[in-house]
């Protein structure tokens, strides 16, 4: 039976509801603002006023992705008509006029380092969930001697900024040679997001009856069945939720990839604030850069979503 409420209490939640939604809209400005970035000329991304309406174009991302080389002499018109399109508008945006020395276009480095980030931020993620899930296991249903000591040590690994760590590991990393390899990436995020995922799934675990277990030893499964079949698909929230949360801590990781990575495994985070320069900047390059970077945290956060919001409540409410 739903509870009365006063003429009161319904005005107030309308003003809460209200509030969240100015509050949300304000958060969302500097989305928007990235995303029509992206796809203006380049005229208009400083324009003051800004210019809300406009006239998209692919443009900014097609400069994202090549990288244009001087040339010692003009670019003739027959040379510019037997260039493909996207050096045509790299070139001077499709305009078909003698060139001089513009240059010839080769791809640029966003994508290799967009691909770097792919690949060091899936791996480490699993490895970090898939490890920080059995070493949750453990605690949970075994008795560890000093219990609360190795909980302690494993969050205090989280307690020091990367910035911190970062010049001495870079000087480890150097006699092993690690530096600049996917690699050493991969191992240096596992590690940072294994301590948060194993308190995250321990207190998920926590909350699965051991009956569940106990039953299927009982029925003949061994510990490692009944944690596949029974304790993993249950887990499947609090797995999904803390996938998210490491998959973001390392996607968006800035210190240890400018430190650590020179140009084979650098990531796009150091990437696109180094397209700044010296020089006046393309801004609407740097916002094509960070459009696409939002992407891949949006896409999986999505896909997840029913996890996540069942993970974020799961144990609140006990039977």
Known sequence: MAAVRTPREIFLNRVA???????????????????STAFKPRNLATT????????????PFVKLMTKRSQLRKPVEQEVYDAAPWWEKMVLDGGEKVVRTGKGKIRPSGYGQRFTNSLIVSIISTFLAVSM???????FSRFKVKGEDDWLFFILSTRMLPPVVVAIPMYLMY??????????GLIILYTAFNLS?????????????????????????Y??????????????MTGIAATAVFCFITAWNEYAFALIM???RAQTAPPYIPSQVGSGLPDWTV?????????LPVAIFTFLLRNHLLRGMSFGAIRK
């Open 196 to 220: 948060f995922s194993v308190w995250i799934m321990k207190g998920f675990i926590d909350e699965i009856p051991r009956e569940y277990e106990e039953a299927a030893l009982v029925d003949g």
């Open 286 to 294: 740097i916002a094509a850069g960070t459009f696409l970077f939002l």
């Open 48 to 59: 003051i006023p800004p210019t809300v309406f406009f006239q998209p174009e692919v443009s």
């Open 261 to 263: 990575t020179n140009r």
């Open 17 to 35: 509801i209200a509030a969240v939604m100015v509050v949300l809209l304000i958060m969302l400005v500097p989305i928007y603002w990235i995303g």
């Open 174 to 183: 150097r006699v092993v040679g690690l530096n600049d390899s996917h690699l």
């Open 132 to 138: 920080g899930t059995l070493t949750a296991y453990g």
């Open 222 to 235: 061994t510990r490692i069945q009944a944690f596949f079949k029974i304790v993993l698909p249950e887990a």
